[in-house]
């Protein structure tokens, strides 16, 4: 039986979750902006204090106009100016009820990790984690417009944050002591060689922790023809796995669903021993008092979280 790590809070905090609301709080306060104006700015600071966040620009693969994939996605104009609102809602986004705390009861100590951080995003992560004591944070993602917001986020600390495709991922033996990907995996087509990177670039006892949109999301999408909060969901075409073409904030995007059963098998063929698989049920206590948005949040699960380890 797996014996669950207590994880380790900065000084100051009574817990992760705090932690993670301050830094959201002091990250909005902090650029006292709109969404839009905040956008302008981590694209000005960037230009000027690249040199000091250590932020590295790596060349990337040509994308046709029209992509999908991920990373494109989030460079479409408006994108991420519109997912920064959705992502930081508070009750009103399901990461923060129901993945956030999930992720992070399962993330346990990170006090002297070496942290990668598979499809950073804003690396609103990182700060955090670095304030909770990790030796070292490297984020990347493919998004040019993510990296803008990380290096914003990580200015002043010892955090890194690296343009590059999560398939492009590759790392010596025992660099990395955790992995996390929080809500990206499944914009990658292939698994394998990304778990395979990541089972090599671990220390022995090296841990990887993910999170994906759950597959009987991911399923099949069902058009709404109102605007009201969705209370119904439909599962189809469970078992036919594959490229799914995903209308989601005012743009297109592909995501690649895959069933449960796909994920846990792609986890052990890469040779690592999996110590958790959670739903990501909703938590009473983030709701602010909102019963009837946590009982529509009960209905059906969003996400997915795996955890293994390298043995």
Not at 163 to 183: C, H, N, Q, Y
Not at 209 to 230: D, F, G, K, M
Not at 236 to 250: Q, V
Request: some cysteine.
């Amino acid at each position: 039986m797996k014996t669950k790590r207590e994880p380790d809070v900065p000084a100051g905090f009574a817990s992760w979750a705090e932690v993670m609301r301050v830094q959201e709080a002091m990250n909005a306060s902090a650029e006292g902006l709109a969404v839009t104006a905040y956008r302008h700015k981590i694209k000005k600071h960037t230009e000027t204090l690249a040199p000091k966040l250590r932020i590295v620009i790596t060349p990337g693969t040509p994308r046709g106009q029209g992509s999908c994939r991920g990373s494109a996605f989030y460079d479409t104009p408006h994108v991420i100016e519109r997912y920064l609102d959705h992502r930081h809602s508070g009750v009103s986004s399901p990461n923060h009820v129901m993945e956030e705390p999930t992720f992070l009861e399962e993330l346990g100590t990170v006090r002297d990790l070496r942290v990668l951080d598979l499809g950073c995003g804003d690396a609103t992560l990182g700060r955090a984690l670095l304030a909770a004591g990790c030796r070292s944070y490297l984020g990347i993602d493919g998004s040019a417009e993510m990296v803008r917001a990380a290096a914003v986020n990580l200015a002043g600390s010892s955090g890194r944050v690296e343009k590059m495709d999560i398939e492009e991922f590759a790392a010596p033996s025992g660099t990395f002591d955790l992995i996390v990907s929080r809500l990206a995996l499944h914009y990658v087509d292939d698994l394998t060689p990304v778990l395979s990177a990541c089972w090599r670039s671990l220390s022995p006892g090296g841990r990887l922790l993910i999170t994906v949109v759950h597959p009987v999301i991911t399923s099949h999408e069902a058009h709404q023809s109102t605007r009201e909060a969705r209370t119904d969901w439909v599962v189809d075409d469970y078992f036919h796995t594959g490229a799914r073409r995903r209308d989601w904030l005012g743009s297109t995007v592909t995501w690649y669903h895959r069933t449960i059963e796909d994920y846990v098998t792609a986890l052990t063929r890469a040779h690592f021993a999996i110590t958790s698989l959670r739903e990501c049920a909703p938590r009473h206590d983030r709701f602010d008092g909102d019963v009837a948005e946590l009982a529509r949040r009960r209905r059906v699960p969003l996400f997915l979280l795996l955890a293994g380890s390298r043995v």
